[in-house]
């Protein structure tokens, strides 16, 4: 199926990131004349703020590696295996560009990579010199892992959009920004080494971060493994941005909410006569965990 054709639900999770420590998420310099060496990334007004990118960053990874956990100790949800591929890896990729200097004109199997070959698939999906959208769509999704169904990959694109984090109590802040010193370090003498000093710029403690992320089309247990992630976050176990560990980037999540949108009630949900149906990210995250299945070998 293609998961983009037509609507069938949408995931709404919304939460607030309140940092316990200071926060380094750098832009790649300062456009002022005495600026810091390692700015934090700012809107045009000078606010703070973090990418959506570096949220589904942190999400991903830590997902990647429960899923290859998972896999390693059997566990599957109905039967459908759990696992993640190595997507900074061409070779090890779940679905790889180009198989073998033979796969432009393969009509079956060429190889033994074949199968997870993106061009491969192109030409078995071919009928009459046309591309064939949902055979290749469906050879496509079986073939990826079960974080690029959900996170995005070349092929296919992500059912998961985190939009970037604004900062919301910039008024309760003493100021927005701080700036600290970094000092090189010899890895021979273990100590500041001569002429390597820098500064970088954080945002402070207690700042608080809006969290928005949207799921299209997601399965309910699809959304329980994504909450496993904001599950460490909530427990101040999952750090974000750069420098943590020497201290930046760790907080908490907190007034997490799930909201579900079905295509039985998207038209009263888009005219406003409807709002979205609250869901529990607990029982979400029970659910998930109930129906599982497997174990590790004895």
């Given at each position: 199926?293609?998961?983009?054709?037509?609507?069938?639900?949408?995931?709404?999770?919304?939460?607030?990131?309140?940092?316990?420590?200071?926060?380094?998420?750098?832009?790649?310099?300062?456009?002022?004349?005495?600026?810091?060496?390692?700015?934090?990334?700012?809107?045009?007004?000078?606010?703070?703020?973090?990418?959506?990118?570096?949220?589904?960053?942190?999400?991903?990874?830590?997902?990647?590696?429960?899923?290859?956990?998972?896999?390693?100790?059997?566990?599957?949800?109905?039967?459908?295996?759990?696992?993640?591929?190595?997507?900074?890896?061409?070779?090890?990729?779940?679905?790889?560009?180009?198989?073998?200097?033979?796969?432009?004109?393969?009509?079956?199997?060429?190889?033994?990579?074949?199968?997870?070959?993106?061009?491969?698939?192109?030409?078995?999906?071919?009928?009459?010199?046309?591309?064939?959208?949902?055979?290749?769509?469906?050879?496509?999704?079986?073939?990826?892992?079960?974080?690029?169904?959900?996170?995005?990959?070349?092929?296919?694109?992500?059912?998961?959009?985190?939009?970037?984090?604004?900062?919301?109590?910039?008024?309760?802040?003493?100021?927005?920004?701080?700036?600290?010193?970094?000092?090189?370090?010899?890895?021979?003498?273990?100590?500041?080494?001569?002429?390597?000093?820098?500064?970088?710029?954080?945002?402070?403690?207690?700042?608080?971060?809006?969290?928005?992320?949207v799921v299209e089309n997601g399965e309910e247990w699809e959304v329980g493994l994504l909450l496993l992630a904001l599950e460490a976050m909530k427990r101040g176990e999952l750090p974000v941005g750069g420098k943590t560990t020497?201290?930046?980037?760790?907080?908490?999540?907190?007034?997490?909410?799930?909201?579900?949108?079905?295509?039985?009630?998207?038209?009263?949900?888009?005219?406003?006569?409807?709002?979205?149906?609250?869901?529990?990210?607990?029982?979400?995250?029970?659910?998930?965990?109930?129906?599982?299945?497997?174990?590790?070998?004895?």
């Amino acid at each position: 199926m293609n998961t983009f054709w037509q609507f069938e639900n949408r995931w709404l999770i919304t939460a607030t990131l309140r940092m316990k420590t200071a926060l380094s998420v750098g832009s790649r310099a300062s456009l002022l004349p005495a600026g810091s060496h390692l700015p934090v990334i700012k809107t045009p007004e000078g606010i703070p703020f973090i990418p959506g990118s570096s949220l589904k960053g942190v999400v991903r990874t830590y997902v990647e590696r429960v899923l290859r956990t998972m896999d390693e100790i059997k566990k599957k949800y109905q039967g459908q295996r759990l696992w993640a591929c190595d997507p900074l890896d061409e070779k090890q990729r779940c679905v790889i560009a180009k198989c073998c200097d033979h796969c432009e004109g393969c009509k079956g199997n060429c190889c033994s990579d074949c199968n997870r070959c993106k061009n491969c698939m192109v030409q078995r999906a071919t009928r009459n010199n046309r591309l064939d959208d949902s055979l290749f769509v469906q050879e496509l999704s079986q073939r990826s892992c079960t974080a690029c169904q959900l996170f995005g990959s070349p092929w296919l694109a992500s059912r998961v959009a985190f939009q970037d984090a604004m900062l919301a109590n910039r008024d309760s802040l003493l100021r927005l920004t701080e700036v600290r010193d970094g000092v090189g370090i010899d890895r021979d003498l273990g100590s500041a080494k001569t002429d390597i000093k820098y500064d970088f710029e954080t945002v402070p403690a207690r700042a608080e971060f809006g969290i928005t992320i949207v799921v299209e089309n997601g399965e309910e247990w699809e959304v329980g493994l994504l909450l496993l992630a904001l599950e460490a976050m909530k427990r101040g176990e999952l750090p974000v941005g750069g420098k943590t560990t020497r201290g930046p980037g760790w907080g908490e999540l907190v007034d997490l909410e799930v909201q579900h949108i079905g295509k039985d009630n998207l038209l009263a949900y888009l005219t406003g006569t409807a709002q979205p149906e609250q869901k529990d990210p607990i029982q979400l995250l029970r659910r998930f965990s109930e129906q599982l299945n497997g174990g590790s070998h004895a």
